[in-house]
């Protein structure tokens, strides 16, 4: 019988370690964009080139160093829907939500829910809906109404 090296065991734990990091999306992982209040206290996002079925993932950060994570998306109906990257239920795991077609997936507990229903709400699973408006080409939102989904993210 042959005998086990450490060696061995160092292989096994870095194989290990690469494929949770691999399953848990960690190649995939969504890139946030960056986007901080103006002096006014709003924030301005052209949404124009943003297609039906699509998403965008934002961070937020203000001076204080408060950063909340949001999404914008375009449901088939061409609707703006914006939300927070959490939901109440699970808020502080942080993996947030992906889309697949016209349905939002929680990435902790893989629950589905129509895109066009983020703004309506609803609690659970689902994202939790940020108040914004949309002026023409841009989704405006003010760093108050931003602020207000902080309590999910520290």
């Known amino acids: 019988m042959k005998r086990f090296k450490p060696v061995h065991g160092i292989l096994i734990v870095v194989v290990f370690v690469v494929g949770v990091f691999i399953l ?11 986007v901080s209040p103006g002096p006014d206290k709003l924030v301005h996002i052209d949404v ?3 297609g039906k079925d699509q998403i965008r993932f934002y961070r ?3 001076r ?29 795991v942080g993996r947030g939500f992906r889309l697949e077609g016209d ?16 703004n309506a709400g609803g609690g659970g699973c689902k994202p939790v809906p940020l108040e914004h408006r ?6 405006v939102l003010t760093q108050d109404d931003i602020l207000k989904g902080w309590r999910l993210f520290n």
């Open 24 to 34: 848990s999306g960690g190649l995939a992982s969504r890139k946030y964009v960056r």
């Open 48 to 50: 124009g080139d943003l």
């Open 60 to 62: 937020f950060l203000n």
């Open 64 to 92: 204080g160093n408060q950063e909340v994570k949001f999404l914008i998306a375009r449901d088939q109906q061409g609707e703006i829907q914006v939300g927070f990257d959490a939901s109440e239920t699970h808020a502080k």
């Open 103 to 118: 349905w939002i997936i929680d990435n902790k507990c893989e629950t589905a829910s129509r895109l066009e229903e983020v």
């Open 134 to 139: 949309v002026e023409g080409q841009q989704v």
